[in-house]
């Protein structure tokens, strides 16, 4: 049998794509499969300008196929609409998608598309060649996500706002962990909001493909993962990807960073005493205000702990005044930095990249979720897995410094305890005999069969 041709669709963003250019070369570098990676044309010139991966890339079947893209798909934070976003995506990309599949000279063998992207699986399926989907957030919150309907058919959704604290009653699985304020932002604002009717509608076309990846692994999250399998019963657990990639790869260093990463903060977190320095980032989506950032430097200061502070140009805000405890920077080499022995405690906004990134490191978390998975992520961090604090909703300066403290000082030994056996479990289901290590295996079976089937 010729090389199988796979073709993988990410969404056009930061998180997107890492995960899912991640699970791109373990598959090139595990089988003898070929991998057309699609990405708008911006995007490819910004991973060619600012990542590795072009001239890692060469070195795999791995192609980045670049495709046209319309006005709203470079996500501007602040004025980001799911709705707008996708409907741009679907009618540029289509066109350039039809024609790969339709292409005799090179025929693909088998789709992997973001699971938010239906438009893609209607057209694989069009074309008769099989799909699987992946989903680049915690299997909790696609639980929940899933899940919705069923809140409105019970009448648990919509709520009103007045108290947020209640506990969720009709959320399988999750009765008395998930309060309101824990859902994604969209429940708050009804049934109708645009958001919330996008999201429903792509989450509920889940079941359809030949199965979903999901970017996580058993020991994390094996409740949740049992209740997506009474749904959707071919589900691949083969994360953490980037660790994955890297026991698969020995040693690669992968960047797939769309902004220039500022290594000169490695070398300031190398004059800093271990365990010293809160590492603060927001991702790649979030907008914070400039009140939020007040509150949250003088909380910061206030704490006496030092900073790593990642302020995109492009995220609001203010100009932050580093002075000697504290380090700005535009963008992080997010990994190295997790990695490094100076860094103690992360603040972050808990997108699921970021917070597998701080398991995988073993680094403590402030949660400050702003929307989507985020909330849903935050309250697993501190209210199951027990490694970090969720403040969402009361960002100000007390708060900010009592829960940088509990971290780093009043119990930095629990929290560093959970944090440091979630790391060897993470560890673990990426090597040889773990769970995720042979989720990725079945996986390349899987593909192989439906192939030679089709
Ligand atoms: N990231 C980075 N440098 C930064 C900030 C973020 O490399 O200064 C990376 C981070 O390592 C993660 C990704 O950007 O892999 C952000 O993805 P996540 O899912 O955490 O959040 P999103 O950007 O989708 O909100």
Redesign the pocket.
Same mark, same amino acid.
């Given at each position: 049998m010729s090389k199988l041709h796979i073709l993988i669709f990410p969404a056009p $963003?930061?998180?997107h794509i890492?995960s899912m250019l991640n699970l791109a070369e373990l598959l090139c570098a595990t089988t003898s499969f070929r991998v057309t990676f699609l990405v708008p044309a911006y995007i490819h010139r910004r991973l060619s300008q600012h990542s590795n991966a072009t001239s890692r890339l060469n070195h795999l079947p791995l192609r980045l196929h670049p495709i046209p893209h319309g006005p709203h798909e470079d996500i501007r934070p602040g004025s980001f609409d799911v709705k707008d976003w996708l409907d741009s995506l679907s009618s540029t990309a289509q066109p350039s998608l039809r024609e790969l599949l339709a292409d005799d000279e090179d025929p693909i063998d088998c789709v992997i598309s973001d699971g938010i992207l239906s438009f893609v699986l209607e057209t694989a399926e069009e074309a008769g060649v099989p799909v699987f989907y992946m989903r680049t957030l915690s299997a909790c919150a696609f639980w929940v996500y899933f899940c919705l309907p069923h809140l409105i058919q019970s009448q648990e959704l919509p709520f009103d706002c007045d108290d947020l604290d209640l506990t969720m009653v009709n959320l399988r699985g999750m009765e008395g962990v998930l309060r309101r304020r824990d859902l994604p932002r969209c429940c708050r604002h009804g049934l109708d909001s645009r958001t919330m009717q996008t999201i429903m509608h792509q989450t509920l076309q889940t079941p359809r493909p030949r199965g979903l990846i999901l970017n996580t692994f058993d020991h994390l999250e094996a409740p949740t993962l049992d209740l997506i399998r009474t749904r959707i019963p071919n589900l691949y657990a083969v994360g953490p990807l980037h660790a994955h990639l890297k026991t698969r790869l020995t040693g690669n260093s992968s960047s797939t960073?769309l902004w220039e990463?500022d290594k000169t903060c490695l070398k300031w977190l190398d004059d800093q005493p271990e365990n010293s320095v809160f590492y603060v $980032?927001f !991702? $790649?989506? %979030?907008r914070v205000t400039a009140e939020a950032q007040t509150e949250l430097w003088h909380g910061l200061v206030n704490s006496g702990k030092r900073f790593l502070w %990642?302020v995109r140009t492009d995220s609001g805000g203010m100009e932050i005044a580093d002075g000697g405890r504290g380090r700005v920077v535009g963008?992080?080499?997010?990994?190295a930095v997790l990695a490094h022995p100076a860094v103690g405690g992360f603040v972050t906004?808990c !997108?699921?990249?970021?917070t597998l990134?701080s398991v995988v490191a073993g680094v403590p978390m402030v949660c400050w979720p702003h929307f989507g998975d985020q909330q849903v992520n935050s309250r697993f961090v501190d209210g199951v897995w027990g490694i970090g604090r969720d403040m969402k909703d009361h960002c100000d300066r007390v708060v900010v410094e009592k829960m940088v403290r509990d971290v780093m000082e009043d119990r930095s030994c629990e929290f560093q305890r959970r944090a440091r056996d979630l790391a060897k479990a993470a560890r673990e289901s990426v090597v040889e005999g773990g769970t995720s290590y042979y989720d990725l295996d079945r996986l390349i079976q899987d593909i192989r069969d439906v192939c030679s089937a089709a």
């Amino acid at each position: 049998m010729s090389k199988l041709h796979i073709l993988i669709f990410p969404a056009p $963003s930061q998180g997107h794509i890492t995960s899912m250019l991640n699970l791109a070369e373990l598959l090139c570098a595990t089988t003898s499969f070929r991998v057309t990676f699609l990405v708008p044309a911006y995007i490819h010139r910004r991973l060619s300008q600012h990542s590795n991966a072009t001239s890692r890339l060469n070195h795999l079947p791995l192609r980045l196929h670049p495709i046209p893209h319309g006005p709203h798909e470079d996500i501007r934070p602040g004025s980001f609409d799911v709705k707008d976003w996708l409907d741009s995506l679907s009618s540029t990309a289509q066109p350039s998608l039809r024609e790969l599949l339709a292409d005799d000279e090179d025929p693909i063998d088998c789709v992997i598309s973001d699971g938010i992207l239906s438009f893609v699986l209607e057209t694989a399926e069009e074309a008769g060649v099989p799909v699987f989907y992946m989903r680049t957030l915690s299997a909790c919150a696609f639980w929940v996500y899933f899940c919705l309907p069923h809140l409105i058919q019970s009448q648990e959704l919509p709520f009103d706002c007045d108290d947020l604290d209640l506990t969720m009653v009709n959320l399988r699985g999750m009765e008395g962990v998930l309060r309101r304020r824990d859902l994604p932002r969209c429940c708050r604002h009804g049934l109708d909001s645009r958001t919330m009717q996008t999201i429903m509608h792509q989450t509920l076309q889940t079941p359809r493909p030949r199965g979903l990846i999901l970017n996580t692994f058993d020991h994390l999250e094996a409740p949740t993962l049992d209740l997506i399998r009474t749904r959707i019963p071919n589900l691949y657990a083969v994360g953490p990807l980037h660790a994955h990639l890297k026991t698969r790869l020995t040693g690669n260093s992968s960047s797939t960073s769309l902004w220039e990463e500022d290594k000169t903060c490695l070398k300031w977190l190398d004059d800093q005493p271990e365990n010293s320095v809160f590492y603060v $980032s927001f !991702g $790649s989506i %979030v907008r914070v205000t400039a009140e939020a950032q007040t509150e949250l430097w003088h909380g910061l200061v206030n704490s006496g702990k030092r900073f790593l502070w %990642v302020v995109r140009t492009d995220s609001g805000g203010m100009e932050i005044a580093d002075g000697g405890r504290g380090r700005v920077v535009g963008w992080a080499p997010q990994e190295a930095v997790l990695a490094h022995p100076a860094v103690g405690g992360f603040v972050t906004h808990c !997108g699921w990249n970021s917070t597998l990134e701080s398991v995988v490191a073993g680094v403590p978390m402030v949660c400050w979720p702003h929307f989507g998975d985020q909330q849903v992520n935050s309250r697993f961090v501190d209210g199951v897995w027990g490694i970090g604090r969720d403040m969402k909703d009361h960002c100000d300066r007390v708060v900010v410094e009592k829960m940088v403290r509990d971290v780093m000082e009043d119990r930095s030994c629990e929290f560093q305890r959970r944090a440091r056996d979630l790391a060897k479990a993470a560890r673990e289901s990426v090597v040889e005999g773990g769970t995720s290590y042979y989720d990725l295996d079945r996986l390349i079976q899987d593909i192989r069969d439906v192939c030679s089937a089709a």
